[in-house]
């Protein structure tokens, strides 16, 4: 079974744009969470989504954004870029029934923000 | 607020040893924990989940306790080698925003470990 990719892999951005970052789970995984970590705060947890519904929302400022399709691809955009947006953000999927499935998490997309 | 700790940024220990990493958690009462392995540049992978009603689980050289009075959890590796030198990373379920059960997992910031040869 192919794994969690994320794309792209790598990204620089300047202040003030925008971006979008793309999640496949794994086959038959209807949950998507994603989570920015920063070598200061860690794993943070952004928000999830469940059958093309969020579930659960971290707490993020509106600029961070996301949606799943209905083939449980998932994709994270985040508006109006800040220096701090600067991290690696990891996607992971999960059966996602009652919460305590574990996650299969992506190598995650490296978004630099100059 | 729920809170995660994870006690030691850093392990170092001599291969061969074990590898004793320490979860504490304060404010709640999870109904179970998972610890993940994360490696430089690549996601964590899931290693264990235990239960509140599960003392301890093992796999392989891998042990981890959770005793719910301490509000702990002890995550071993037995017989280390290098190739155990990773962030080791506790994650209990939070609370969700509605309802009162447990969702999305909080993980602690993990603990550094090196195994030397």
């Known amino acids: 079974k192919a794994g969690v990719t994320q794309t792209p892999r790598y990204l620089i951005k300047t202040r003030g744009q925008q971006v979008t970052l793309s999640c496949s789970p794994i086959s038959g995984h209807r949950s998507v969470s994603w989570y920015q970590q920063t070598p200061g705060q860690g794993l943070q947890f952004l928000f999830e989504y469940f059958s093309e519904t969020q579930r659960n929302k971290g707490n993020f400022p509106g600029r961070f954004s996301g949606r799943q399709f209905s083939n449980s691809r998932s994709e994270m955009n985040v508006s109006t870029l800040e220096l701090g947006d600067s991290a690696l953000y990891l996607c992971?999927?999960?059966?996602?029934?009652?919460?305590?499935?574990?996650?299969?998490f992506g190598n995650g997309t490296r978004l630099t923000v100059t | 607020s729920q809170k995660i700790e994870q006690n030691s940024e850093a392990l170092n220990i001599q291969e061969g040893k074990t590898a004793t990493l320490t979860c504490n958690y304060t404010n709640y009462s999870p109904a179970y924990l998972q610890w993940y392995r994360q490696d430089p540049g690549r996601g964590p992978v899931f290693l264990l989940l235990?239960?509140?009603?599960?003392k301890e689980k093992r796999k392989e050289r891998l042990k981890v306790t959770f005793d719910t009075t301490l509000k702990q959890s002890l995550f071993h590796i037995t017989a280390s080698q290098p190739a155990d030198s990773a962030t080791y990373l506790c994650a209990p379920p939070s609370y969700m925003n509605y309802g009162g059960s447990q969702g999305n997992l909080i993980f602690g910031k993990g603990t550094k470990l090196s195994v030397k040869p």
């Open positions: 235990i239960r509140e009603n599960e």
């Open positions: 992971a999927s999960s059966l996602g029934g009652n919460g305590n499935s574990p996650l299969h």
